[in-house]
């Protein structure tokens, strides 16, 4: 866990909201170049894999907010 994953839980709530938008462009520009990549006749593997790998990161990081956001999804 990083230091801004401790540092969430003392934002507010629009600051959070704000946070969660930032994300989730970066997730979509993400799944955008993983997919011209892969359709480009000159892929680096290793480049798409690490960039998989960012935007899982980046899917798990929006999945807390969105828990910290709306709690009452967890009953």
């Known amino acids: 866990m990083n230091d801004e994953t401790n540092d969430d839980i003392f934002d507010t709530g ?3 909201r704000e946070r969660l938008v930032q994300l989730n ?12 990549l892969q359709d480009s ?4 593997e290793l480049v798409i894999r ?3 790998k960012r935007k899982l990161a980046l899917k ?3 999945a807390a907010l969105e828990r ?3 709690p009452g999804d967890l009953a």
């Open 14 to 16: 629009a600051n959070l």
């Open 25 to 36: 462009i970066e997730h979509d520009d993400l799944d955008n170049a993983i997919t011209r």
């Open 41 to 44: 006749s000159v892929s680096d």
């Open 50 to 52: 690490r960039m998989k």
């Open 60 to 62: 798990d990081r929006i």
């Open 68 to 70: 910290i956001l709306d």
